[in-house]
């Protein structure tokens, strides 16, 4: 077995959810590339490398293929796993990779005239006559602002608290955060659970979005079939194809201009960085009662 089979073992242990094989693919890609530039250079097989090496790679980057700042963050982070691979496999004793070798970028504010707006109300209404069970998935998107990865992990009896209004969530790195149930999240879920008891006929599944392949299964949905999904929509409504990432994007923007603070939207989206000051903006009133306004 080659280095990058190893390397890949390692990645799959490590990213195992539906949304991290993409991750897994650019990563292998990006290391085979910094491995071919150390074998075109000093004809060797980079088992092992130093920051002297790395700066040199990510000067070449740089300055001799002109990839954009958010292209090399993602290689090097790619390299950086790849370092931690060699050091758990006795390859090496020491990190190369560190944090200032990673290009600070101002992200780009989002702003409601940036996503389209309409596209996702058109289907949210189409939803409404087609499927309580999509309707409930796209407001849970829009008012809720999950990753996919979470709507799709959300168990019933351990997740969803309609007395204290809170959806449990695990997030990125198995993080646990509560998201505040508003109105319409409430009525679409309580809507859909009496279609999914129909749908399931007695089997078991704890999870809260089934279909009728998993309804059999006991798994969960798949982020491809949530995919599926919402591009059906798109087209029954006539709309450019959006991703679910944008139902997230929208629900933070209409949050920010309701007024939630820096702290409400971080607890809402489960940041544990400055990523949420793409949408802030500074408001005092209680997370349900501003939910409720979207």
Do not use: W
Request: with cysteine; proline share 1%.
């Amino acid at each position: 077995m080659n280095i990058l089979n190893e390397f890949e073992n390692y990645l799959k242990e490590n990213f195992e959810k539906d949304e991290e094989q993409n991750t897994i693919k650019n990563y292998l890609s990006d290391v085979k590339q910094f491995i071919e530039f150390f074998e075109n250079q000093y004809g060797e097989e980079v088992t092992t490398f130093n920051h002297i090496e790395l700066s040199e790679y990510i000067n070449y980057m740089k300055n001799k293929k002109n990839y954009k700042f958010t292209t090399m963050n993602r290689k090097i982070a790619a390299i950086s796993n790849y370092d931690d691979f060699l050091i758990e496999t006795k390859r090496k004793d020491s990190k190369a990779v560190r944090n200032k070798d990673y290009f600070k970028i101002q992200r780009e504010h989002i702003t409601a005239d940036m996503l389209p707006t309409n596209t996702i109300n058109k289907i949210k209404l189409r939803a409404a006559k087609d499927s309580s069970r999509d309707y409930a998935m796209f407001v849970l998107y829009d008012e809720g602002g999950f990753r996919c990865s979470e709507l799709l992990e959300i168990v019933i009896d351990r997740d969803i608290d309609f007395q204290m209004r809170k959806i449990q969530v695990i997030g990125k790195g198995s993080k646990i955060r509560k998201v505040t149930m508003n109105d319409k999240m409430k009525n679409a879920i309580e809507e859909y659970l009496v279609d999914r008891e129909k749908l399931l006929k007695g089997r078991q599944n704890k999870y809260l979005f089934v279909s009728n392949k998993t309804a059999n299964s006991g798994k969960r949905m798949g982020r491809t079939s949530v995919n599926n999904i919402l591009n059906s929509y798109c087209e029954k409504v006539k709309e450019e194809k959006i991703k679910p990432h944008i139902l997230r994007h929208d629900f933070a923007t209409k949050s920010y201009n309701l007024g939630y603070t820096d702290l409400m939207l971080k607890i809402e989206l489960g940041h544990s960085s400055n990523a949420t000051s793409i949408y802030t903006h500074a408001g005092q009133e209680s997370l349900l009662d501003l939910s409720n306004k979207r």
